[in-house]
């Protein structure tokens, strides 16, 4: 009489090999290790060291060996020269979440985590993350640099803030931008050596709200030579740092027009502006015409999306929405929907995964900012905001403005704001019905008041 197979004997005999030339590469920061199938080659895990000569070398001894798809964690940043060069060469790369394979049987060693994710990848039991196409990973790459380097422009301007301070000048106390026209003015002539407040004064713009004798006043201050100094260094930081944006803003136009190429122009005119889309540390260029040419719709009608965001989420989700099957799933990778924590099917837990998402960061900035607008979403999120708190009408709001993003690029559906007394009349339509139902339920009839 045989024995009865073990339920893991059972288990393991369902699971069919879906990648039958799978590699798998463990990233490291001075090698990797890569491991294939032990039918594949006499040797299947070898080290190669990080230069790109012998990251060439990994990719010919992959294709010896015939392995066409690879799986890697995103170890820091090590992962993209390999991830670069293998697909380059026809690959097709496969990059993992470390948290969907780390647990590893056994000891855990460089060479065990290669073939446990070769193992995992031939099985087809790991996700590949999200990563756009190689153009538009590069527009993604200038735009991330040219926020790099207005967050270091702003650590100056605070320099700049302290050595006034440090002189009992007030400047940045009556200007509304110490960076504005009248700002820039005044300490350019402050580190060119005028000390006259009257002199200084008559640097204001027509447009400052303060006065000139307010400005005038302000400028009355101890100019010590070692804090002219450091306002010095910190003004020829902060205007070097401008000049890299400027080059970025070339390199980001450069780029979208690459983005335009074989692409047929939109045959509709682009839309009149929704408001003002003049912002502090806008590109130097038209960015809402630059991308109604590359998708053909525009993406600035929706409520909170102006042209810098527009183009922000752009280089970070790409132009072709169908890697996702629907706006559910979006939002699900935004982390931006409710999550299903459910043990014998009772709901343990329903809130949204925290993310690093840049994306999700932009979408809850923009769902803050248009809960201030009379809009159909300010209403929205006022309305929410007031039942449930802030915190979550504000991811609420990012959700809807993610699912108007995802169905305007992916179907060119056009947006029209229904106004901010939409919702409200929902809401009270539902209440109505409600309060209707409930009523006949217990034999009342639900009338209205009489005027």
Not at 17 to 37: E, K, Y
Not at 163 to 179: F, G, I, K, S
Not at 439 to 446: I, N, R, T
Request: charged share 25%; proline share 4%.
């Amino acid at each position: 009489m045989k024995a009865p197979k073990s339920a893991g004997t059972k288990h393991r005999s369902d699971i069919s090999v879906i990648h039958p030339d799978a590699g798998g590469i463990d990233i490291g920061a001075q090698f990797h290790v890569v491991a294939v199938g032990p039918e594949r080659d006499a040797e299947p895990v070898r080290s190669f060291r990080s230069f790109t000569k012998e990251l060439h070398e990994l990719a010919d001894w992959l294709e010896r060996v015939g392995i066409t798809t690879v799986a890697m964690e995103s170890t820091g940043v090590y992962w993209i020269p390999v991830f670069e060069i293998l697909e380059g060469r026809g690959f097709e790369v496969v990059l993992v979440n470390a948290r969907d394979a780390k647990n590893v049987p056994g000891r855990k060693t460089d060479v065990n985590d290669a073939q446990w994710l070769q193992k995992l990848h031939s099985y087809g039991l790991l996700r590949a993350s999200f990563r756009p196409r190689h153009d538009v990973a590069t527009l993604r790459a200038y735009l991330r640099q040219r926020e790099r380097l207005l967050d270091y422009a702003a650590a100056h301007i605070q320099h700049m803030q302290k050595a006034l301070t440090l002189m009992n000048v007030q400047l940045h106390h009556v200007v509304e931008d110490v960076t504005g026209v009248t700002g820039m003015r005044i300490i350019r002539a402050i580190v060119a050596g005028e000390r006259r407040a009257d002199e200084l004064a008559k640097y204001r713009d027509v447009r400052c709200k303060a006065s000139v004798e307010t400005i005038r006043d302000s400028l009355i201050g101890h100019y010590q030579a070692e804090h002219v100094f450091e306002l010095t260094q910190a003004l020829a930081l902060y205007d070097f740092y401008q000049t890299q944006v400027a080059q970025c803003d070339e390199q980001i136009e450069a780029a979208l027009r690459h983005l335009q190429t074989g692409v047929e122009p939109p045959t509709t005119p682009l839309p009149a502006p929704r408001g003002r889309m003049k912002q502090p540390n806008s590109l130097k260029f038209d960015v809402r015409a630059a991308l109604y040419s590359m998708l053909g719709v525009d993406l600035t009608q929706i409520h909170g999306l102006g042209p810098y965001v527009a183009l922000k989420l752009v280089a970070e989700c790409g132009n072709d929405m169908s890697r996702w099957p629907t706006a559910k799933h979006f939002t699900s990778w935004l982390c931006l929907a409710p999550g299903n924590k459910i043990s014998g099917g009772k709901i343990l837990s329903s809130k949204t995964r925290r993310s690093s998402s840049k994306v999700a960061a932009a979408l809850r900035l923009a769902a803050t900012t248009v809960g201030r607008t009379d809009t159909a979403l300010g209403g929205f999120y006022r309305r929410l905001s007031a039942r449930i708190g802030k915190a979550k009408a504000v991811t609420a709001t990012a959700r809807k403005i993610a699912v108007l993003f995802y169905n305007t690029l992916r179907y060119g559906t056009e947006y029209v704001d229904p106004g901010a007394a939409y919702y409200e009349e929902r809401y009270r339509q539902r209440v109505l019905n409600n309060l209707t139902r409930r009523a006949d339920s217990m034999g009342y009839v639900l009338q209205p008041k009489a005027s």
